[in-house]
């Protein structure tokens, strides 16, 4: 129990502040940090590669952009962290008095990055996401805001076909994933404020959505796409009415957009115009376990919303995970944040060892069937991929099943579309089998490999 804890905590977290001027002086400049970043990054070509090259070492397991935003995240854990120790210490705790000095002290600093946080969190995103686009450029500018991105099945001559869209403020992109490069290409955009959504009738009404754009925008009529569930589509729907109504009340136009050339056949319009879009023809070094890449093998969505809560929702501490292949439990140091668990051997390694994205995922309290046998244990499933973890305490187990539940999403595909869908989601299956098992090999004692060679 709490209660029982070191008394030291509000204490610790006052001596921290003292500094507090260190985080005034962040505060001020770290936007100007993200746009000096972005600059170099798209002026510099030594600096990309720089950028690249170090973002695929193991120690920035996170992209740069997030690390930049640390301590606009840290403030608001230790906030959190405090607000919590308030709620369960009695009012004759020896750190009550501490907590609540430290808590005032806060509460300066708190006001100024509650103000902050969504424009610096949209400024990282759309500079990470200009890096994973091409040809699209100058996605950053000023009033553009970043409001989902996610996989849709697009339909076409040739069935339905798996597509990433980027929905922003102003703006509806379209994107096929390289196979080269692992970026997204553009194959075409919609200016909000000349879109309409509407539902189609029979089988797709649960899950399809028909979007209409001019003509004089894009050269495109109509354009069906459905999500994998009733959910996710209902999510598509909302942020895209909601996008398309602020646009057209907006009536700032400065916003320039990239002029493709528009095509003749309307459901077509994208795959044919991707050959008129300059492309990045030499290989880079990139990421590819993002939220974007994890949101095309998971076949799911993000909204930025989402990313807000995520950032309020970020816990680490030991727990125990259970063996696959045996009833032994192995003790890792496991961080969560952005919507991914990161395994260390202790707290003080530099580098993770593996990573488990949880988009997805489904978090829970293990079943009968599971024949668990332990306290304190929570299981973790996407599709056929089971995960059990085991906390120290009531209390930690707690925490763990709040944080991981309010920053995952639950996906259950309803209805399969076709069998060219069937033919997609084999393949997207198929990639997480492979992501599934580097990470379990990679957390794998050396002693467990040892004895499985031997058998």
Not at 13 to 41: P, R, T
Not at 344 to 362: E, H, I, Q, V
């Amino acid at each position: 129990m709490i209660d029982n804890a070191p008394c030291h905590c509000g204490v610790e977290v006052q001596e921290f502040l003292h500094h507090k001027f260190i985080y005034e002086e962040y505060l001020d400049g770290h936007v100007l940090v993200l746009e000096k970043l972005d600059a170099s990054f798209r002026q510099n070509n030594r600096f990309e590669q720089l950028y690249r090259d170090f973002e695929t070492q193991k120690v920035c397991y996170l992209p740069l952009t997030t690390f930049v935003l640390k301590p606009l995240h840290r403030l608001l854990q230790y906030h959190a962290l405090l607000q919590r120790l308030l709620k369960h210490y009695g009012p004759n705790h020896p750190d009550r008095a501490d907590s609540l000095t430290t808590s005032d002290t806060l509460k300066d600093l708190i006001q100024p990055v509650m103000e902050t946080l969504e424009h610096s969190e949209n400024l990282a995103t759309l500079c990470e996401l200009q890096r994973d686009i091409i040809g699209f450029d100058n996605l950053y500018q000023p009033g553009r805001k970043f409001l989902r991105h996610g996989c849709l099945l697009k339909h076409s001559k040739k069935g339905y076909q798996q597509r990433m869209f980027f929905l922003f403020s102003d703006i509806l992109l379209y994107t096929s994933r390289s196979q080269a490069t692992l970026q997204f290409k553009v194959h075409g955009h919609m200016p909000l404020r000349g879109v309409m959504i509407e539902e189609p009738e029979g089988e797709l009404s649960n899950y399809g959505l028909i979007i209409y754009g001019l003509p004089k925008d894009c050269g495109n009529r109509q354009m069906t796409v459905a999500a994998n569930s009733a959910e996710e589509k209902e999510k598509w729907k909302k942020d895209l009415q909601a996008a398309i109504q602020q646009a057209r009340d907006k009536t700032d136009t400065k916003i320039t957009y990239l002029s493709l050339k528009s095509c003749s056949s309307s459901d077509e319009i994208v795959d044919q115009c991707g050959t008129d879009v300059a492309t990045q023809t030499k290989p880079t070094a990139q990421r590819s376990n993002t939220t974007v890449h994890v949101c095309w093998h998971r076949n799911t969505s993000i909204s930025m919303k989402d990313q807000l809560l995520a950032v309020e929702n970020q816990l680490s501490g030991y727990l125990l995970r259970k063996f696959k292949s045996s009833n032994g439990w192995q003790k890792l140091w496991v961080v969560f944040t952005s919507f991914c668990l990161f395994f260390y051997k202790c707290s003080t390694d530099d580098s993770p060892l593996a990573s488990l994205p949880l988009l997805g995922y489904n978090v829970s309290a293990p079943t009968a069937e599971d024949a668990i046998g332990k306290d304190f244990v929570f299981k973790l499933q996407y599709k056929n991929h089971i995960y059990f973890f085991r906390a120290e305490s009531e209390y930690t187990y707690n925490r763990w099943m709040e944080v991981i539940g309010s920053a995952t999403q639950k996906l259950k595909p309803e209805v399969e579309l076709a069998k060219d869908v069937e033919c997609i989601d084999a393949k997207l299956q198929e990639k997480e089998v492979l992501e599934i098992q580097s990470v379990e090999e990679s957390i794998e004692s050396p002693k467990t490999k040892k004895s499985k060679s031997k058998r």
